[in-house]
């Protein structure tokens, strides 16, 4: 199984400050056929169901705010969010489709300072 | 508008069986792979099952291979997951869940149903 590791476990940024999450997957997730990097990227808020944020490492979902972005190859990934804003305080989960178990990371919660 | 509603969860003893039920609209539910996540009370996500749009294929998490089932029914616009021999560590909120148009990623999410295990 491909285990994805995300650090750090909590996070704590000022409001407008930037906010950046990483991902590590025990094997590379990069298809070679389609040179496509097979991760996804979760907003989980308090309560609710998770909404997601990017997929393909780095594609944007439709609706996501631009200060939201992906990037990464391989086995390290990052998301970013540019500029903190209150809304965003949730915990944030990455997870990898390229083997058939896809598993998630064990989150980062995401706190204002 | 995609709706996914999971039905079925409750209170069940150690060893007890359960039936999950997905009920999903707005897409064409034949069209699209499904899986099934859980989350344990404060915990994270745990991928747990997925089914490929025709039913033809299917996955599991170690954790529930062999006691775990995950079927669909795509005449009713359904998506199954059948619980035998449950115990106290599956304990979670289960949320039926969606694949995207072109990968595996998940798309869409109902808003879960609880299932707690518990003599």
């Known amino acids: 199984d491909i285990v994805m590791t995300q650090s750090p476990d909590s996070l704590a940024v000022s409001l407008g400050e930037r906010a950046t999450f990483n991902c590590r997957s025990s094997?590379?997730?990069?298809?070679?056929?389609?040179?496509?990097?097979?991760v996804a990227w979760y907003q989980q808020k308090s309560g609710q169901s998770p909404k997601l944020l990017i997929y393909?490492?780095?594609t944007r979902e439709s609706g996501v705010p631009d200060r939201f972005s992906g990037s990464g190859s391989g086995t390290d990934f990052t998301l970013t969010i540019s500029s903190l804003q209150p809304e965003d305080v949730a915990v944030y989960y990455c997870?990898?489709?390229?083997?058939?178990?896809?598993?998630f990371g064990q989150g980062t919660k995401l706190e204002i300072k | 508008e995609v709706q996914l509603v999971e039905s079925g969860g409750g209170l069940a003893q150690p060893g007890w069986s359960l039936r999950l039920s997905c009920a999903a609209s707005?897409?064409?539910?034949?069209?699209?792979?499904m899986t099934w996540v859980r989350q344990a009370p404060g915990k994270g996500l745990e991928w747990i099952s997925y089914?490929?749009?025709?039913?033809?294929?299917?996955y599991y998490a170690d954790s529930v291979r062999g006691r775990f089932t995950i079927s669909r029914d795509n005449a009713k616009n359904a998506l199954y997951l059948q619980m035998n021999s449950v115990r106290a560590e599956d304990t979670a909120v289960y949320f039926c869940?969606?694949?995207?148009?072109?990968?595996?990623?998940?798309?869409?999410w109902g808003q879960g149903t609880l299932v707690t295990v518990s003599s």
């Open positions: 869940a969606r694949g995207g148009e072109d990968g595996s990623y998940t798309r869409y």
């Open positions: 707005g897409f064409t539910f034949s069209s699209y792979e």
């Open positions: 089914i490929k749009n025709t039913g033809s294929t299917t």
């Open positions: 094997q590379s997730v990069l298809s070679r056929s389609n040179n496509k990097n097979y």
């Open positions: 393909w490492a780095s």
């Open positions: 997870q990898q489709y390229y083997s058939t178990l896809y598993t």
